[in-house]
């Protein structure tokens, strides 16, 4: 299996048999996306050591800041007007904030994962 898709899947990157999540989270209803302790098929931790996915942090500052690029763009594509495209802008992050919490996290793990961890 390639890097992104393991990522995508969202399975665990050593045997890819268990969803790295256990519920994906809502922005509407303000719950974030909650993950599983250890894979239940080969046990391998999701949870590496504390304070493993403040790098993730950069990823989906990464992620955002493409996302509000895009939009803005597209604002600037189509003539929309600058408070039309911030209030689109600001809506897009926040919509897309459960996914890019999840996506930065799992590419996180899966760049960091070696076939020797075993913990």
Known sequence: MSY??????????KCGGTKVFKAK????LFKMPVMNERCSKCNY??????????GGMYMSYALTV??????F??????????LSI???V???V???STFNYRMSRLMWLNLFFKEEDEL
Do not use: I, Q, W
């Open 73 to 82: 763009v597209l604002g600037l594509l189509f003539n929309v007007g600058f």
């Open 90 to 92: 600001v809506l897009v």
């Open 45 to 54: 931790s999701f949870h590496r050591e504390p304070g493993f996915y403040f």
């Open 94 to 96: 926040l919509l897309l």
């Open 66 to 71: 493409a996302e509000m690029v895009a939009v």
């Open 25 to 28: 989270g809502n922005p509407f």
């Open 4 to 13: 992104v898709s393991k990522v995508l899947d969202g399975t665990c990157p």
């Open 86 to 88: 911030f209030l689109a």
